[in-house]
Structures are given as C-alpha cells and as structure tokens.
C-alpha cells in the first residue's frame, strides 16, 4: 500500500512572516492527521523558519531546487547540503517553471536527481506535457523522453523511494485540471515505464503524484485513481484552509 503523499509548493510566495503564520494554520487543522505525508516546499528565504514551525509536527519540509554540485563558486545557487542543513528532507526537481524559465534539461534534471539521492534528500521528479504536445498526440512520446532523461544510469537502489510528480503543463496555474481519466493514463503509463526499466516491485512501491489545479473539489475524483498517490499542489497551497482540505481529502477509496 503506498501512502498518499500531498505537497505544496508556494513557488515565489510568502516571507518569512506569511510563511510562519501559514505553518501555524495547517498545524491546527493537520495536528494527530497521520493518514497522508504532508510535504511543505517554501522558497529558499522561509525554509529554515518553516524547519523550526514544524517541529514536532506531522509536516515534512522540501526544497524547489537545488544545485548539482555540493558546493563552489556558483553565484546565487544553493547546494544540496545546505538544503538539508535547513531541516529539508524532498526536493523539486525539473518542474515545468525551471524548464521553460531558466531552460532545465533532462540532462540538468539527471544531474540534480543524483545529486539530491547522493547527499539523503528525496527527489519529487516533475515532468509533464505543454498542451500543444498533448494536442498533437505526443503526451506518452514526451513523458517517455522525459523519464528516460531524468532516470539515465540509475539503478534500481537508486530509483526506490524516489518521487515522480506528473504535471500538464497546461493545467498549472489555468485552473483547467487534467480529468481523473487523462491522469490515471499517464500515471499508469509511468509505472509501467518504471516496471518494465527497473522492476515490478520497485513500481508497485513508487508514488506518482498529480500536479495542475488540484483544489479542494478535486483531490478526491483523483485519488480514487489506481495509480493517483497524492498531489503536487500549487496555488490551493497558500491558504490554510483550502491545503488542509486536500490534505484530508486524499484519503479517498480506490475506483
Ligand atoms: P497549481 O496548483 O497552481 O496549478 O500549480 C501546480 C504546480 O505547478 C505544482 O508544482
């Protein structure tokens, strides 16, 4: 049974201050709520103070990217360690923002995965199709490029565990979710993916998670998907309640 996963990523939103009182928000409405992880993704400035607003708590804290390298001479860019020196245990990695903004390869998603497995921090794997490829019927060709890119010379131990985050670019942020059909194709078109490359096993056990305009009224059409195992939420993540809301939603029967 793999556990349901929801994670916010609040993107380039909340100071130091927002951030802390958000934190004390979802603990009241999340506090003894052990039924699902709960993984917050801040922006770099609130990660420590959002380590120390959950301590004790059921909430675990993630990064939205890191730097390939452990350390050097790499002006404005944050290392691994320091990630987990601020308390992170997840990190994003190759979401769609970093790949059409500050132009992420496959090969830089390669890279900052080994990375992140190297120094004992999760990757959360992003990939997704734009709504022009999904258009031309090349979603599977390109959710094939992107994990044979992310996932080149792995092996199996380093695959276990790992995070994949399926996210339509077309569905970020427009408020026009994939439907619980169109996501459960592509999810299972991963897992097979990851059992045919890896193994059975180690597919059965990997979580997938749905990203693109997951909200309260949504999150439980979609985790009654086979192979939905949580979500990787956006804008619903800024606001206690609508967070918690999916955090308790995710508990849903599968179809
Ligand atoms: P929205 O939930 O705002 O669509 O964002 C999704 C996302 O990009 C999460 O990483």
């Known amino acids: 049974m793999r556990k349901p996963l929801i994670a916010g990523n609040w ?3 909340k100071t130091i201050n927002e951030a802390t ?19 917050l993704l801040p922006a770099f400035t609130a ?39 601020c308390g992170c245990e997840y990190v994003i990695v190759g979401h769609s923002e970093r790949r059409k903004y500050f132009g992420e ?14 120094v004992g921090l999760m990757p959360i794997v992003c990939i997704g199709e734009t709504l022009e490829e999904r258009e031309a019927d090349k979603t599977m060709g390109v959710i094939e490029a992107q994990l044979s890119g992310a996932f080149k010379d792995f092996t199996a131990d380093e695959i276990q565990g790992i995070v994949v985050a399926y996210e339509p670019v ?14 459960q194709e592509v999810h299972k078109f991963i897992r097979g993916w990851i059992s045919s490359h890896f193994s059975g096993e180690i597919a ?4 997938i998670l749905y990203g693109g305009s997951v909200k309260p009224n949504n999150i439980k059409e979609l985790m009654q998907e086979q192979d939905i195992d949580g979500a990787l939420v956006g804008g619903a993540s800024l606001d206690v309640l609508s967070f918690s809301q999916i955090v308790k939603g995710a508990i849903a029967e599968k179809k």
């Open 11 to 13: 993107k380039m939103y």
């Open 21 to 39: 009182k958000l934190v004390g928000g979802l603990k009241k409405e999340l506090v003894d709520f052990n039924g699902v992880d709960i993984i």
């Open 47 to 85: 990660l420590y103070y959002v380590f120390q607003a959950i301590a004790d708590s059921n909430i675990q804290l993630g990064a939205q990217n890191l730097h390939w390298e452990k350390e050097g001479a790499f002006t404005g860019e944050i290392s691994p360690i320091m990630l987990k020196d």
């Open 105 to 118: 390869t496959d090969e830089v998603v390669n890279k900052k995965t080994k990375t992140a497995l190297n």
């Open 170 to 183: 077309w569905a970020i942020g427009t408020g026009k979710n994939a439907t619980p059909d169109q996501a």
């Open 204 to 207: 059965q056990e990997l979580r």
